[in-house]
Each structure stands twice: as C-alpha cells, then as structure tokens.
C-alpha cells in the first residue's frame, strides 16, 4: 500500500467544492505559525501579491503588446512551473530532488524573488 502524500485528506480540496480565495487567504492570514516567521511573512506576501482571476487576466492579456506576447507567455509559464514545483514539494517533499531535511533558512527564503526567472 502506497503511503498517501503528506497533507493529502482523505477528501482533497477539489471534492469539497470551490475554495473563495479570499477565504483561503484570510485563514492563512490568521495562522500565527505564518504570520510570526519571516518565511511564512514572506510567503503570505507572495501569495496575496499578485492573484489573479481570469478576468484580470482576460483584461491583462488584451493589452499586452504583440511584439512582447511571446516574451510574457514564456516568463508566466516560467512562474507556474516553478509555483508547480513550490506545490508538489509541499505536498510531498522526497518526491522533489535536493535536500529536503533542513528547513530553508529565513534568509534564503526572503532573498528568493519570486518575479525573478529562474
């Protein structure tokens, strides 16, 4: 028997339902294992940064030059390949290759940008 991914329930997010992303946000703002780390600070900034919604995008996309679109696809494909990886490494950390047994330090968390190509 496979052993289930850390974090996994037995009724995962998709089965309960849409998740408001306000709502989400709002509970991990109120998480002090979050709030009071320099990591989860930053990580709760980079979550509620930027989100998008299809119709910001929808809007977005429309007004992005031609001249650039391949150049802005390529680097927002970037971003969600590495948020992928951000996830699968939450979800189940010895399936990410590195090494998983210490703790990221608050210093390199925070100077990880998460605008910057990688």
């Given amino acids: 028997m496979s052993k289930p991914l850390r974090g996994a329930e037995e009724n995962p997010p998709e089965s309960r339902g849409p998740t408001n992303h306000e709502t989400t946000l709002a509970a991990l703002r109120d998480d002090p294992t979050l709030h009071f780390t320099d990591a989860g600070r930053v990580l709760l900034r980079w979550l509620t940064t930027r989100p998008v919604s299809e119709d910001d995008w929808a809007d977005l996309a429309d007004g992005v030059p031609s ?41 390199a968390f925070l100077a990880a940008s998460p605008t910057e190509p990688r």
Avoid: C, M, Q, Y
């Fill in 67 to 107: 001249h650039t679109a391949t150049l802005v696809a390529d680097l927002a494909r970037r971003h969600a390949a590495n948020w992928t990886r951000f996830a699968e490494r939450l979800e189940n950390p010895a399936a990410i290759p590195g090494d998983h047994t210490e703790k990221a330090t608050s210093s």
